[in-house]
């Protein structure tokens, strides 16, 4: 057991301009939530969205804003987000400052049924993840020790021998996040009201 989650803890160095920064790749939830207790967190499952939609796609999770977008539209079936196409998918974050991503990536065919596949995971500064996947519940976390992520991509290529056209899947896309600056200063704002209303 201790032999596995050491083992699923994989670390990418990225370079920063001033010094050395991290992105921490998990496969195990546990040691993400670890990783990044300190941090707000939100997440979205898709359940609000169901059937296709013109790309991009957008919307909140805490102060998270988020943006789908791929190249044939986007579609969700049963709570899962995936391209319209075999193509990539790209997630982008704004609002919060986001430092830590997680989620189940995998592979769909044209009928929304999980695929056997090869799954790319990329962040705005060049980190991957790749892996075969051939269940929807295969988790991934990244947490970065520099800059915040803006962004994700997400691709899954066929197995030979297997489903001809695969769609990038995601479904319970976590954030872990720092409030934006405006965000905790209304936060400040409003603790100060309640406390003049009590005096």
Known sequence: MLKNAMAAVVVSAALSSSASAAILIFTDSFLFDIQTASLTRSSE????????YA???TGSAGAVNWSATASAGLNVVGGQLSAGSPGPMTIAFSGADVYGVSGNFFGTDGASTVVPSLVLVSLNDGTSYLNLIDTSTVFVGFVSTGAAISSISVSAQPLPGGATSVYPTVDNLGFAYVPAPGAIALLGLAGLATSRRRR
């Open 55 to 57: 790309s991009p796609l």
């Open 45 to 52: 499952n898709f359940n609000a969205y169901s059937g296709s």
